[in-house]
Each structure stands twice: as structure tokens, then as C-alpha cells.
């Protein structure tokens, strides 16, 4: 099982679509979480850390299911702009100062 | 802008050539990362510095060195590699080493090996 597993998508959505994202992660001894978004030919940038009793920042809410090992993110009102890779990061098994990144899920947002 | 950037954004090396990867951050923190992002694969963690001092070798073949002068640069140097390590390299830097904080990406150098 992959430490941190994503749905690669891709995900087509018209604009103005909520869409959501799962990740599943497989150390449950993993304390920090993280939303990383990626656009094409770029670097990762940070999107937005998931705390345990959710949080929202904007349109994007990220929730966090510590007894299933699952995190989600929600992006309502889908933009152009937000068509990017959305990677799922959780600190790794092996070092509690190491971050597993997911292998990431393709958003396209159509006009 | 991120602060962190790299050199060169591309590069073509053959099996034989010695090249080097050069990043550098201008945030001011203490910890560097070099990662490896392969296509339609997750970012590797090939290598942490922590306060200039290496922290983290995950298992990378010696072909790739670092070298971390001092904590604002690090340099990933290459020789002899092999046409699978074509790929984008990253480095990142956070403040300090841990897994709660956030790592700031520079933008890559897109590696071609033939």
C-alpha cells in the first residue's frame, strides 16, 4: 500500500463546479497534513495545512478523518485559475520530519 | 516569488558529463531539501540539511552529491548518471527541520540525461 494515495484524475469540471479531492494515508501515527497545488511545469506551492476539526480558507475546505485515515479537499465555485495538480502531503511514517507527498490529482477547470 | 531559486531551469548532461545543480534561498531559514519529481510519480526526498549539516540521505545513489556551504545554498552535484534520473529537480527550504512547517519550492531544473 503507498504511503499516501491519491485519485489521479484527471477531474474535467465546468467552472463554477464544486469539486472534491481524497486522500487516503496509511500511518496512523501521522500528526501534520498538508494541500500542496502544483501548476503545470511548476513547483508546489502550499495550498492550505488540514487540521483536525477542518478548515476553510476562501472557497477550499479541507477536512481531516483521523479513524479513517482520509483527508479531502473542497474547492465550491471552480475557477479557470484553479486548474492545476493538487498534491496530498502527510509527514512520513519513517521520520516524524519528513513530508510523503501523493502522487497528486489533474484538475482541469472548463470554461 | 518563492525566495528559492535554482540553476540551471534546464539542463542536458550525457552519461559521462559532471554537472551541478545550484539552489538558493533568500528567506532566511535553516533547512534545505533536495526532492527528485519523476513523471506521473510523487516528489522523492533524496536529501535534508539542517543547519548546514546533512540530516537525511533517503537511500540516493552516489552518483548524486550535495554539498551545503552554508545555510542560504546547496549545490546537488552530478556525475556519471543514468538516463532514468532525467527528471525535475527541486529544492525547497523551511525554517527549521520538521514536519509541520511549510516547504517553499524553488522552481526546478529539468534534468535530460542521454
Not at chain 2, 543547519?51 to 552529491?65: A, D, G, K, M, Q
Not at chain 2, 556519471?80 to 531544473?109: I, K, R, V
Request: contains cysteine; aromatic residues 10%; charged residues 20%.
Amino acid at each position: 500500500r503507498k504511503e499516501v494515495e491519491q485519485d489521479p484524475g484527471p477531474f474535467n469540471v465546468p467552472e463554477g463546479a464544486t469539486v472534491a479531492f481524497n486522500c487516503t494515508y496509511s500511518n496512523s501515527a501521522s500528526q501534520s497534513f498538508f494541500w500542496y497545488r502544483q501548476d503545470c511545469r511548476k513547483e508546489p506551492k502550499l495550498l492550505m495545512s488540514v487540521y483536525s476539526s477542518g478548515n476553510e480558507d476562501g472557497r477550499f475546505t479541507a477536512q481531516l478523518n483521523r479513524a479513517s485515515q482520509y483527508i479531502s479537499l473542497l474547492i465550491r465555485d471552480s475557477k479557470l485559475s484553479d486548474s492545476a495538480t493538487y498534491l496530498c502531503v502527510v509527514n512520513s511514517p519513517g521520520s516524524a520530519r519528513q513530508l510523503t507527498f501523493g502522487s497528486g490529482t489533474q484538475l482541469t477547470v472548463l470554461p | 516569488e518563492t525566495g528559492v531559486t535554482q540553476t540551471p531551469r534546464h539542463l542536458v548532461m550525457g552519461m559521462t558529463n559532471k554537472k551541478s545543480l545550484k539552489c538558493e534561498q533568500h528567506l532566511g531559514h535553516n533547512a534545505m531539501y533536495w526532492y527528485k519529481q519523476s513523471a506521473k510519480k510523487p516528489l522523492e526526498l533524496m536529501f535534508v540539511y539542517s543547519l548546514e549539516e546533512r540530516v537525511e540521505n533517503n537511500s540516493v545513489p552516489s552518483r548524486f552529491s550535495p554539498e551545503c556551504p552554508n545555510s542560504s545554498h546547496l549545490f546537488l552535484h552530478l556525475h556519471t548518471l543514468q538516463p532514468e534520473d532525467s527528471a525535475l529537480y527541486l529544492c525547497a527550504s523551511s525554517q527549521e527541520w520538521g514536519a509541520g512547517e511549510t516547504q517553499y519550492f524553488g522552481p526546478g531544473t529539468r534534468l535530460l540525461v542521454l
